[in-house]
């Protein structure tokens, strides 16, 4: 089982940077494959970002590509995800989310545990 817990949301302006964390807990955190999704008001969550287990590896969704980085820190159970250059678009609760499997696709269903979200606004 593994608990994960995402902080670093909030209000910002359009263009600003903002960087997002999660905590892992429950189980040896290098062992999983990671993510990032989010999910903005009245639509779907999708896609935003994955990591391998070793962070050698690592995906973007065409939107968010050069603006996001997603990295992790396996000595401190944490995978954070950078985000650069903010639009409104981007506003949406922000998902981190692990796989039991070396490196994550980008369907939520590749995913076993998900975290509660944190909310990240960009105003224009």
């Known amino acids: 089982q593994v608990q994960l817990v995402e902080s670093g949301g909030g209000l910002v302006q359009a263009g600003d940077s903002l960087s997002l964390s999660c905590a892992a807990s429950g189980r040896t955190f290098s062992s999983n494959g990671m993510g990032w999704f989010r999910q903005a008001p009245g639509k779907e969550r999708e896609f935003v970002a994955i990591i391998s287990r070793s962070g050698s590896v690592t995906d973007y969704a065409d939107s968010v590509k050069g603006r996001f980085t997603i990295s992790r820190d396996n000595a401190k159970n944490t995978v954070y995800l950078q985000m650069k250059s903010l639009k409104p678009e981007d506003t949406a609760v922000y998902h981190c989310?692990?796989?039991?499997?070396?490196?994550?696709?980008?369907?939520?269903?590749?995913?076993?545990?998900w975290g509660q979200g944190t909310q990240v606004t960009v105003s224009s």
């Open positions: 989310a692990a796989t039991n499997r070396f490196y994550g696709g980008r369907s939520e269903s590749d995913y076993d545990y």
